[in-house]
């Protein structure tokens, strides 16, 4: 009844809410994917997707069917790894972005593991531009990690937008610069908030660095200033600041910050190392199949 083809392409859809993006990640046609997910309703007599011109969305069914693809996806792997005598085994070394320090990829990681108990995990957190240099020197198999803007190598895991954040009720002064709070160079976080704010004619000046996320996330909760972060992933206690207005100066007047655009999260694979080419594309694939939890659940 529930293919797990038909499945993995859901999954795909959901994550992306883009049938274009979904046919790209898969290698398969629009056409195809889009069959794929009509299978799918006709199987579960329910309807998954709205959809029009202009976006995609999940259903209440949809969101439903999230939980189930994943663990019968899992269990099917479970299974074919059982029944033909495959086991995992080798070192793989995978680079994670600091984004998701306060997401669901522990749990992700904590089921690979028991999934595969003979990979030996080594995991490196890092911003994402020092791991795609990283990567670059063969240093990872495998980075889950923000895109460059100029790049178009990767995965794709899912695309969200930027966003301006800090403490709720923050009040921004329109006469003085922009305090910024930042990872250091060369976050790419940090590059397109400064670009942005360059192209715009806006004045700024560094309120905190701090190569963790939580040393930002602390600095923003004691109202230190603003931080350009990932919409899907605003850790608790802090606030989406808005692009216009909300942010008072003074007197009242409304303090304007530039809209950051989209980022992408891909996943890069290194030189291939036969020894960890297996589990690489095993926790690629765990990855993608549990993409909404990790911004959907942060």
Known sequence: MYEPTHLRTFLAVAQTLSFTQAARRLGLRQSTVSQHVRRLEDGAGRRLFVRDTHRVALTEDGEAMLGFARTILAAHERAAAFFTGTRLRGRLRFGASEDFVLTRLPEILETFRRDHPEVDLELTV????????????????LVLAKRRADDTHGELVWQDRLTWIGAPGLRLDAERPVPLILFPA?????????????????????ACTSGSLSGLVAAARAGLGVMAHTRGLIPPGLAEVPVRGGASGRGGAAVALPDLGTVDFVLLHGRRRPAAQGAAEALAEAILAGADRLHRGA
């Open 126 to 141: 890092e911003l994402s531009g020092i791991l795609h240099r990283q990567l670059e020197s063969g240093r990872h198999d």
């Open 186 to 206: 060369p976050a790419i976080t940090r590059a397109r908030a400064l670009e942005v704010l360059e192209a715009h004619g806006r004045d700024w000046r560094i």
